[in-house]
Each structure stands twice: as structure tokens, then as C-alpha cells.
């Protein structure tokens, strides 16, 4: 199953410029996750965001979380070309006992 | 941090025969570990949930008796492709959690690269 939507898809931008990408989801949760993968490897977590908290951050991160309206968005400020990779949104889901991932934005930063 | 260890990266089998990946948590003990597919330019899609000395639970479609799924210890889970056919060929992801409460960080393997000729 999966429980997250991300928008968009794909995303290309310059160096230096920021990314917002977007991640909207189905039923209640606990806590969202963002993670990044780079191609062909395995993931990287980058933060946590619980349900009764509304922002995070963590360097260039930026992460808030909506539950009345199910999203969340993860902004990425002063991109760098090794910013490129996908990104994750990830909610837990069946009383907390597991994570579905969302479908991905795949970041493109140009140098 | 935590790390996972998966074993192997990358494999290649011929048709019909059976692979099996093994997922280690190097400085943890794990008591739950999960199993992912991930297809090119995809998701993540779980496959299963495993917790030491039981049965995993399977997601819906995906068919217990072709993914077997052992997870013996607290540091070990392996999953084992049965009479693995072309459509298998995958990214498989196993990750490992202290506690079943998703509050716990889950910390990803590497990944193994299946490909089934």
C-alpha cells in the first residue's frame, strides 16, 4: 500500500535556488519522515516531524506538517548540485507499527 | 548513528532458482524489521513486517510462500526469493527498528540489487 502523494514528480532547478516539494497523505498519523535516496542507493533519513508539531528544522531543512489538511512540505534552501537525489515523505500507518513511503520527488540541481 | 548491513548488494540468479538476502543490525538489536521493494524510478512499496521469534506479516499482494521471511534473531532477518522469475528483478530494502513504536528512528540497509535473468 501506499499512503503518501508527492508533488511534484520531478523537479529541476539552479544551484543556489530553493526546492519545495510537497507530500500529502490519506489517514491519521504520529509522525511524518522525510528521507532522501540517492540513485540506485539506500535511504537517508533526514527528519521527523510529529503530528502536534507544525515546523522543523534541521540546516538547510525546512519541514512543516498540516494535519488538518494531510501534507506536509520539505524545503530545501540554497540548493547544491549533491542536493540532487529523491526525496521521501514517510508515514506510519496501523497504530504506528509500520512506514509507507510516498511516491517520491525526484530533484535535479543544476551546477 | 545505527547501522544496517544488507548481504548480499548485488545478485544475479537464473530463472527458477531461490536467493536469500540477509539484513543485519551491526549495533542494535532489532526487535522488528521491514522489508521493501522498490521498482526503477519508484517507491518504496513494503513488503513485510518482521518481528524476532514470530511470523511476519505480509502486506496484501505480496505472496508469503515466494518471499519467505526469517527473522531468527535481534540482529538477523533474511529474505529468501523463491523459484525467482524476471518480474522479481528489484531493489529490495530491509530496515530495522528498536521497538515496534514508530517513534523509533528506522535505519535503512543499502539496498541489494536483484536481477533475475
Known amino acids: 500500500s501506499q499512503q503518501g502523494e508527492e508533488d511534484p514528480q520531478a523537479l529541476s532547478i539552479q544551484e543556489g535556488e530553493n526546492a519545495t516539494m510537497n507530500c500529502s497523505y490519506k489517514?491519521?498519523?504520529?509522525?511524518l519522515q522525510w528521507y532522501r535516496q540517492n540513485s540506485g542507493r539506500g535511504l537517508v533519513h533526514l527528519i521527523l516531524?510529529?503530528?502536534?508539531?507544525r515546523e522543523k528544522h534541521s540546516g538547510r531543512l525546512r519541514v512543516t506538517l498540516d494535519t488538518s489538511k494531510k501534507s506536509s512540505s520539505l524545503l530545501i534552501t540554497a540548493s547544491r548540485a549533491a542536493d540532487t537525489a529523491s526525496y521521501f515523505c514517510?508515514?506510519?500507518?496501523?497504530?504506528?507499527?509500520?512506514?509507507?513511503f510516498g511516491a517520491g520527488t525526484r530533484l535535479f540541481v543544476k551546477a | 548513528g545505527a547501522v544496517v548491513s544488507q548481504h548480499p548488494s548485488r545478485v544475479i540468479c537464473k530463472s527458477g532458482t531461490s536467493v536469500k538476502i540477509e539484513c543485519r543490525s551491526l549495533?542494535?538489536?532489532?526487535?522488528?524489521m521491514f522489508w521493501y521493494r522498490q521498482f526503477p524510478k519508484q517507491s518504496l512499496m513494503l513488503m513485510a513486517t518482521?518481528?524476532?521469534?514470530?511470523?511476519?506479516?505480509?502486506e496484501q499482494g505480496v505472496e508469503k510462500d515466494k518471499f519467505l521471511i526469517n527473522h531468527a534473531s535481534l540482529t538477523l532477518s533474511t529474505l529468501t526469493v523463491t523459484s525467482a522469475h524476471p518480474e522479481d528483478s528489484s531493489f529490495y530494502i530491509c530496515?530495522?527498528?528498536?521497538?515496534?513504536?514508530?517513534?523509533?528512528?528506522?535505519?535503512f540497509g543499502p539496498g541489494t540489487r536483484l536481477t533475475v535473468l
Open positions: 530496515s530495522a527498528r528498536l521497538s515496534s513504536r514508530a517513534t523509533d528512528t528506522q535505519y
Open positions: 489517514t491519521s498519523i504520529n509522525n
Open positions: 516531524i510529529r503530528s502536534n508539531e
Open positions: 514517510a508515514t506510519d500507518e496501523g497504530g504506528g507499527f509500520k512506514t509507507i
Open positions: 549495533d542494535f538489536q532489532a526487535t522488528t
Open positions: 518482521s518481528n524476532e521469534g514470530s511470523k511476519a506479516t505480509y
